[in-house]
């Protein structure tokens, strides 16, 4: 059984940096992609971005040029490096893991989940 622990959330100042990171262990995949989701009060868990078992990038448009994903392979990690925070990206950040080929932007498509950790962006 995968499981996903995120880590890094908290609380941030307009404008600040956050990373987020998000081990994997157990039965992982040579070929997954891994996401970050996030859901605010209220709304929809939503998608955030990306990264392909390939390497390939995507990100909502309301994060691009300020969130930047990574991942370590040999480590079986994700990261989420959040830049220029506004107050509307707090929410609770969540790290998936799909297969090679499913939807990279669709929820239903991501078959494990972490517990998710609070992003709350507050001056």
């Known amino acids: 059984q995968v499981q996903l622990v995120e880590s890094g959330g908290g609380l941030v100042q307009p404008g600040g940096s956050l990373t987020l990171s998000c081990a994997a262990s157990?039965?992982?995949?040579?070929?997954?992609?891994m996401g970050w989701f996030r859901q605010a009060p209220g709304k929809e868990r939503e998608f955030v971005a990306a990264?392909?078992?390939?390497?390939?990038?995507y990100y909502h448009d309301s994060v691009k040029g300020r969130f930047t994903i990574s991942r370590d392979n040999a480590k079986n990690t994700v990261y989420l490096q959040m830049n220029s925070l506004k107050p509307e990206d707090t929410a609770v950040y969540y790290c998936?893991?799909?297969?090679?080929?499913?939807?990279?932007?669709?929820?239903?498509?991501?078959?494990?989940w972490g517990q998710g950790t609070q992003v709350t962006v507050s001056s």
């Open positions: 998936s893991l799909s297969y090679a080929g499913s939807s990279i932007r669709n929820a239903n498509e991501y078959p494990y």
């Open positions: 157990g039965h992982t995949f040579s070929t997954y992609n």
């Open positions: 990264q392909a078992w390939g390497g390939s990038r």
